[in-house]
């Protein structure tokens, strides 16, 4: 840093003198030397290197907070970059007599400003770096609830269309299974219906074979009589016959007898004969 020091301005007694001064050309500075200029270029370039290094650390999390960096090189950096101010601005003194600071001589600061003024300079950087961990959680903050809150209206969505599924799927169903139950409630009554024609069918078929029966066992019954009848009147009929056949054979051994004893009268001998044989033939 380039500081001048001032000496205090004393009041010359003579105002002549003073005019005198003033109307004197204004002296300017004294631009420092390029060895000079180099020799204060060079701190500042490093102070700013390690300044912009620091700052690449902010954004690490992992990274200690600036309070706790190595002091020691620190105060190597500060101890060989001691600066050497520029040529003193030309200040005025009592009469005509100018006092000007010779640029030859270095003014070195002490360490205990570079010592402060580093330290003030980890102290802007360490509420910097505060500032940014706070705006980062704020905006991390913001970025979760934004997240969150997408989250929560998709999972509303997601709840609500699987809720719309599982409505559709129920109300399927049950139309599904009303129109089950009235086509099974009409195939049952279809079948009732059936049942009640079958079992009408039926008794009527029992109905009819029961009488079938009774007309077969009438049937069977009248035959019976018709043949105990019949039998009665073949058993008359073969009575009725035997007893023709035997009156009828009785009559024909009348005649016979009739007959041989007419023969007999008339040829006596022959007679025996003849009455013989038809005894044989009639046994």
């Known amino acids: 840093m380039d500081k001048t020091y001032e000496l205090p301005k004393s009041e010359s007694p003579n105002s002549s003198e003073e005019r005198e001064n003033k109307k004197q050309p204004y002296l300017s500075p004294i631009l420092p030397t390029e060895d000079e200029m180099a020799q204060t270029s060079i701190p500042s370039f490093g102070k700013g290197y390690r300044t912009r290094k620091w700052l690449s650390d902010v954004d690490s999390p992992d990274k200690s907070p600036p309070e706790n960096l190595d002091r020691k090189s620190h105060l190597k950096e500060g101890k060989r970059s001691k600066r050497r101010l520029p040529s003193p601005v030309p200040f005025a003194t009592s009469g005509t007599q100018e006092t000007i600071m010779s640029d030859k001589?270095?003014?070195?600061?002490?360490?205990?400003?570079?010592?402060?003024?580093?330290?003030?300079?980890?102290?802007?950087?360490?509420r910097f770096q505060t500032k940014i961990k706070s705006e980062t959680r704020n905006r991390s903050s913001e970025i979760l609830a934004g997240t969150g809150e997408i989250i929560r209206q998709h999972l509303e969505g997601v709840e609500v269309q699987m809720q719309d599924d599982v409505d559709k799927l129920v109300n399927a169903g049950k139309s599904k299974r009303k129109r089950l139950n009235s086509t099974f409630e009409e195939q049952q009554e279809q079948l009732r219906v059936l049942h009640e024609k079958f079992k009408e069918e039926v008794n009527q078929q029992l109905l009819g074979c029961k009488n079938s029966l009774e007309e077969f066992e009438a049937y069977h019954a009248e035959l019976k009589a018709v043949a105990e009848k019949q039998k009665a009147s073949h058993k008359k009929l073969l009575q009725h016959a035997e007893s023709r056949v035997g009156s009828q054979l009785n009559d024909a051994e009348i005649k016979i007898a009739k007959v041989q004893?007419?023969?007999?009268?008339?040829?006596?001998?022959?007679?025996?004969?003849?009455?013989?044989s038809d005894a044989n033939l009639f046994k």
């Open 105 to 126: 001589e270095p003014v070195q600061c002490p360490d205990d400003y570079l010592n402060r003024a580093f330290d003030e300079l980890l102290l802007v950087l360490g």
């Open 261 to 276: 004893k007419v023969r007999q009268t008339l040829f006596p001998r022959e007679g025996c004969r003849m009455y013989r």
